[in-house]
Structure formats: structure tokens, C-alpha cells
């Protein structure tokens, strides 16, 4: 039906009757490759978000059931997906966080554990003067470790806030290289 109507946006289910809703967001966007995907499931598979995500990140959103708690909830991430934006339930972003950073060297980045706590209290939406305090450490030293962080993810330019969501993108998009074995190891 997609190919009929060529969506702006889908939505959909993991688990639907005749094909599952990762094989359907594929087959929607290998015809109609400006659509956007949103994914609703009520399963936190990683699995089934690396798989999502393997044919790029822009324009897609994958969120537990859980965390949309009206409708103005999913018109607002229809509506960042639609605009270019990846949209992760926060709960999947702290758990590919913490496989990212286990299998850190797998992907080439070997960050040192500040820098991978400093991508963790990113990806939850914290700013530097936070993480500054969370972690006890100076702003310059926050500013330090992410330079260093953001040059090992080969992001060199852009805002504060534009090296930040280049960084958490970067992050989802590169989970899909960690070996599918690895995902399940993670609690």
C-alpha cells in the first residue's frame, strides 16, 4: 500500500501479520526513500533497532509503547521525523550507550570511560554545565573531553548543540556494526 500512497510518514508495528514492521519500513523506504519511519513497539530489542537503523538514521524513529503517553507525544515525533530528525526512546539510547561503549574499540573510537560517561549524559538530553556537575568535573575539562570525543567520531564543525546531535546520530548509527551476539549480553 505504501507504494500506492506514497506516505509522508509511517507508522508502525513490530509485530504485524503478514510482515514485521522493520521489513516493512525497509520495504517502504527502498520505494519511497523520503519517507519517514516511525517504529512503535513494546519490545526494547536492540536488535530490532540496529536492524532499523542499518540503511541510515535520518528519518526514522524506533520508541517503546511505554513512553508515548498521548497523542500530542507521537505528532511531535512524526513531526521531528518527518523534519530529517532520528528519534530514539531514551531508555534504547542508554542501552546501545552502554553497548557502544563496550565494543568501543570494534568501531574504532576508543574513548576512555569520561568521554563514554560524557555520550551517555548526552544522549539523555544534558548540556555541559550539567555533566560539568554530575561528573565533578570543571566545564573546561567537559569541553576538553568532548573536542577529544568529537574528533575520534570525526565530527569538526558546527554549533555546540549541532556537534552534540551529530555525536548521539553518530552513536545510532554505528551501533549496527557491534556483533548481533553482543546485544544480548547487554542488561
Not at 113 to 121: C, M, N, P
Not at 137 to 144: A, G, K, P
Amino acid at each position: 500500500m505504501a507504494g500506492e500512497a506514497v506516505p509522508d510518514v509511517a507508522i508502525l508495528d513490530v509485530w504485524m501479520p503478514k510482515v514485521d514492521g522493520i521489513q516493512a519500513a525497509h520495504d517502504i523506504r527502498n520505494q519511497n526513500p523520503d519517507s519517514a519511519i516511525v517504529v512503535i513497539s513494546s519490545y526494547e530489542d536492540l536488535n530490532l533497532v540496529t536492524d532499523l537503523m542499518q540503511n541510515g538514521v535520518e528519518r526514522k524513529a524506533y520508541l517503546s509503547k511505554d513512553s508515548i503517553s498521548d497523542i500530542t507525544d507521537l505528532v511531535g515525533i512524526v513531526d521531528a521525523v518527518h523534519e530529517g530528525h532520528t528519534v530514539l526512546d531514551s531508555g534504547i539510547v542508554q542501552r546501545m550507550a552502554c553497548l557502544y561503549y563496550k565494543h568501543s574499540a570494534i568501531l574504532g573510537t576508543d574513548s576512555n570511560e569520561v568521554e563514554q560517561d560524557i555520550l551517555g549524559l548526552m544522549t539523555e538530553g544534558y548540556d555541559e554545565n550539567h555533566i560539568s556537575e554530575f561528573l565533578h568535573l570543571d566545564r573546561s575539562q567537559v569541553v576538553e573531553c568532548l573536542a577529544s570525543l568529537y574528533e575520534k567520531l570525526g565530527i569538526f564543525n558546527g554549533t555546540a548543540e549541532e556537534q552534540r546531535l551529530l555525536a548521539i546520530r553518530t552513536l545510532v548509527g554505528q551501533i549496527h556494526k557491534v556483533p548481533l551476539s553482543a546485544a544480548y549480553v547487554v542488561s
